[in-house]
């Protein structure tokens, strides 16, 4: 191996330089103060706000495709709105179709003869309905990229249109968006469809083979697990169960009744209520494993859509939520006394349940 070559004083003071460049940037790194003088922290990014965030979300969710064709393709709620849109909207109405996504509805209204349909999103999807729209050659659709609360209009309109409903009805801000465009937009004794919804909260049996107890109920080959009692979570997600299929539910232990009926012709945000108060009477023995939340909206005594995961006729595309409740088993005519208080509407999460139990008297 040939030996090194003598350095030079050049190369010498360059690496001298290097050797103190390091150590700057060693001392910079790890002290604070000089770190932060050099290397100032970025701006922290303005946190959103709940609706900003909720709006992001739809804004992405309801901008694919797969999305679209699961509405798209449930019959039950597309001959519904069909139905209504053909009994209600008059030729030469003017309408908003609020949350137009592939302006389907908007179409349906501008084939009955609307003479001027606002369909409005902020979604991505606009720019397809603005496609699918030229395909078809429909008609008098304006489509506006806007949230309908900073919708403006020359003029009100007759009929707001809308599909607003979430899996438990309120969670996609219904009440709040259409008072709102009812308050400023719809001319007096204008139409909202659909306007009318019932909301259920029922006791359920899961069917056996998918049932899943909570943690601390569980014995696992002689593993007992009864002291996980001790670390319920708090997170109140645990809680709920969102579902769709119809295989889940066994059945309902009493006779389905709305426990909240809402007009939105009529209905103020405020008028909800934070607490709700129902009893049922149990006409079916068994574990109570949970309330079923669904709901049932209405535009004719006729004319009707279901999300309950009994109805072999509901739309396919709400599911349904399971409210979980602690072991429980119910007998025919036990009497359950139900508390459901809401800290907000739109937010499941918020929601809390409790029920007290009046078992069926024993018959001499």
């Given at each position: 191996m040939p030996s090194p070559s003598p350095r030079s004083p050049w190369t010498a003071f360059l690496e001298s330089l290097r050797r103190l460049r390091g150590k700057l940037t060693a001392r910079l790194l790890f002290n604070e103060r000089l770190n932060s003088w050099v290397y100032p922290a970025p701006e922290p990014a303005a946190e959103q706000t709940k609706d900003e965030r909720y709006r992001d979300f739809n804004r992405s969710y309801f901008a694919q495709f797969y999305e679209q064709e699961k509405m798209l393709a449930d019959k039950p709620r597309m001959d519904f709105y069909h139905a209504a849109i053909g009994?209600?909207?008059?030729?030469?109405?003017?309408?908003?179709?609020?949350?137009?996504?592939?302006?389907?509805?908007?179409?349906?209204?501008?084939?009955?003869?609307?003479?001027?349909?606002?369909?409005?999103?902020?979604?991505?999807?606009?720019?397809?309905?603005?496609?699918?729209?030229?395909?078809?050659?429909?008609?008098?659709?304006?489509?506006?990229?806007?949230?309908?609360?900073?919708?403006?209009?020359?003029?009100?309109?007759?009929?707001?249109?809308?599909?607003?409903?979430?899996?438990?009805?309120?969670?996609?801000?219904?009440?709040?968006?259409?008072?709102?465009?009812?308050?400023?937009?719809?001319?007096?004794?204008?139409?909202?469809?659909?306007?009318?919804?019932?909301?259920?909260?029922?006791?359920?049996?899961?069917?056996?083979?998918?049932?899943?107890?909570?943690?601390?109920?569980?014995?696992?080959?002689?593993?007992?697990?009864?002291?996980?009692?001790?670390?319920?979570?708090?997170?109140?997600?645990?809680?709920?169960?969102?579902?769709?299929?119809?295989?889940?539910?066994?059945?309902?232990?009493?006779?389905?009744?709305?426990?909240?009926?809402?007009?939105?012709?009529?209905?103020?945000?405020?008028?909800?209520?934070?607490?709700?108060?129902?009893?049922?009477?149990?006409?079916?023995?068994?574990r109570f494993d949970g309330y079923v939340v669904y709901f049932r909206a209405m535009v004719d005594d006729d004319l009707t859509l279901n999300s309950s995961p009994l109805d072999p006729g509901r739309a396919t595309n709400w599911g349904y939520r399971i409210l979980r409740t602690d072991r429980d088993f119910l007998t025919e005519g036990d009497v359950i006394d139900i508390t459901l208080t809401i800290g907000n509407w739109p937010e499941v999460t918020s929601w809390r349940w409790k029920h007290v139990k009046s078992p069926c008297p024993v018959s001499a």
């Amino acid at each position: 191996m040939p030996s090194p070559s003598p350095r030079s004083p050049w190369t010498a003071f360059l690496e001298s330089l290097r050797r103190l460049r390091g150590k700057l940037t060693a001392r910079l790194l790890f002290n604070e103060r000089l770190n932060s003088w050099v290397y100032p922290a970025p701006e922290p990014a303005a946190e959103q706000t709940k609706d900003e965030r909720y709006r992001d979300f739809n804004r992405s969710y309801f901008a694919q495709f797969y999305e679209q064709e699961k509405m798209l393709a449930d019959k039950p709620r597309m001959d519904f709105y069909h139905a209504a849109i053909g009994r209600h909207i008059k030729p030469g109405d003017r309408v908003i179709d609020l949350g137009t996504g592939t302006g389907i509805l908007a179409a349906f209204a501008s084939r009955r003869g609307a003479a001027k349909v606002y369909a409005i999103d902020h979604s991505v999807i606009l720019e397809h309905a603005k496609t699918l729209a030229a395909h078809n050659r429909i008609e008098n659709v304006e489509f506006v990229s806007t949230h309908s609360k900073d919708l403006k209009l020359d003029a009100p309109v007759d009929v707001i249109l809308h599909e607003q409903m979430g899996d438990y009805l309120f969670d996609e801000d219904m009440v709040v968006n259409i008072t709102d465009l009812r308050e400023r937009l719809l001319k007096p004794g204008g139409l909202i469809l659909p306007a009318r919804f019932e909301l259920f909260c029922e006791p359920a049996k899961i069917r056996d083979t998918r049932f899943v107890p909570h943690i601390w109920d569980m014995n696992v080959h002689g593993i007992d697990y009864s002291c996980m009692d001790r670390e319920r979570p708090q997170d109140p997600h645990y809680y709920h169960i969102p579902a769709a299929d119809l295989g889940y539910v066994d059945y309902l232990l009493s006779a389905p009744s709305p426990v909240l009926t809402i007009d939105l012709q009529t209905l103020r945000a405020d008028d909800l209520p934070k607490e709700l108060h129902f009893t049922r009477t149990i006409t079916r023995s068994g574990r109570f494993d949970g309330y079923v939340v669904y709901f049932r909206a209405m535009v004719d005594d006729d004319l009707t859509l279901n999300s309950s995961p009994l109805d072999p006729g509901r739309a396919t595309n709400w599911g349904y939520r399971i409210l979980r409740t602690d072991r429980d088993f119910l007998t025919e005519g036990d009497v359950i006394d139900i508390t459901l208080t809401i800290g907000n509407w739109p937010e499941v999460t918020s929601w809390r349940w409790k029920h007290v139990k009046s078992p069926c008297p024993v018959s001499a």
